[in-house]
């Protein structure tokens, strides 16, 4: 997996599990992060590993959750301080609750307790995200 622009488009290049090359694509949005290769470079070791097929749903959905964070947040940089990712964590969980998709709320909250908490956890983990902030998990009706 490479991270590339083609036709004006962020994205990574890959080949999938039938051995075809093909363009995954991200939000224009990240076009506009200074430091887009580092959260490029993040991307390409929490996918190491994984299937072709689940590493492009699983961008997919960064697409509809954490870019929107911050494009709604009008970030140009991954934050620095407390505050900054505080911010950030609290915005993109958010995003799934208020979201106008069609998917119903049991299946955005799964995908924030699948796809984007365990990848911030990962940044946590690599001290990019402060220790003491909490990501929380998304609770179901009724749990």
């Given at each position: 997996m490479?991270?590339?622009?083609?036709?004006?488009?962020?994205?990574?290049n890959?080949?999938?599990d039938q051995?075809?090359?093909?363009?995954?694509s991200?939000?224009?949005?990240?076009?506009?992060?200074?430091?887009?290769d580092?959260?490029?470079?993040?991307?390409?070791?929490?996918?190491?590993?994984?299937r072709s097929k689940t590493v492009?749903?699983?961008?997919?959905r960064?697409?509809?959750?954490?870019y929107?964070?911050?494009?709604?947040?009008?970030i140009?940089?991954?934050?620095?301080?407390?505050?900054?990712?505080?911010e950030?964590?609290?915005?993109?969980y958010?995003?799934?609750?208020?979201?106008?998709?069609?998917?119903?709320?049991s299946?955005?909250?799964?995908?924030?307790?699948?796809n984007?908490?365990?990848?911030?956890?990962?940044?946590?983990?690599?001290?990019?995200?402060?220790?003491?902030?909490?990501?929380?998990?998304m609770?179901?009706?009724g749990?």
């Amino acid at each position: 997996m490479k991270y590339h622009i083609k036709d004006g488009k962020p994205g990574f290049n890959y080949t999938c599990d039938q051995g075809v090359d093909r363009f995954a694509s991200l939000s224009k949005y990240h076009l506009n992060l200074q430091d887009r290769d580092v959260l490029s470079d993040l991307f390409i070791l929490y996918c190491e590993g994984k299937r072709s097929k689940t590493v492009v749903s699983w961008l997919k959905r960064m697409n509809n959750t954490l870019y929107v964070a911050l494009e709604y947040l009008c970030i140009d940089h991954l934050p620095t301080d407390t505050t900054g990712w505080r911010e950030l964590v609290k915005t993109a969980y958010s995003v799934p609750l208020v979201s106008n998709t069609n998917k119903s709320l049991s299946t955005r909250v799964d995908e924030w307790n699948k796809n984007l908490k365990p990848f911030l956890v990962f940044l946590q983990d690599r001290d990019v995200i402060p220790p003491h902030i909490i990501i929380p998990k998304m609770k179901k009706t009724g749990e």
